[in-house]
């Protein structure tokens, strides 16, 4: 049975950082494209970054250059590095793993506030 489990969530000022870690157990970690997606309470879950298995990222728009998105296979954890944070980057965070069938966390709120 693979299981995701995310940490690293909090509150932090606008400009602040926050990094989020993803430990996933029960499967073959390497094979797994993994992504951050998120969903705050007046939007559709919106997806923020991804790395495949061979480690190629990409990012949402609204988050490249402030986010960054690594893996760590020794540890099968997967991270999100979240720098100069806003307001509107309040979500909940959730981490997913694919291969073939997509598994998920159960997320990790992250609160940007003044």
């Known amino acids: 049975q693979v299981q995701l489990v995310e940490s690293g969530g909090g509150s932090v000022q606008p400009g602040g950082s926050l990094r989020l870690s993803c430990v996933v157990s029960?499967?073959?970690?390497?094979?797994?494209?993994m992504a951050w997606n998120r969903q705050s309470p007046d939007k559709e879950r919106e997806l923020v970054a991804t790395?495949?298995?061979?480690?190629?990222?990409n990012y949402a728009d609204s988050v490249e250059g402030r986010f960054t998105i690594s893996k760590d296979n020794a540890k099968n954890t997967v991270y999100l590095q979240m720098n100069d944070l806003k307001p509107e980057d309040s979500a909940v965070y959730y981490c997913?793993?694919?291969?073939?069938?997509?598994?998920w966390g159960q997320g990790t709120q992250v609160t940007v506030s003044s």
């Open positions: 790395i495949t298995n061979r480690g190629m990222t």
């Open positions: 029960g499967g073959i970690f390497r094979i797994y494209d």
């Open positions: 997913s793993a694919q291969a073939g069938y997509t598994y």
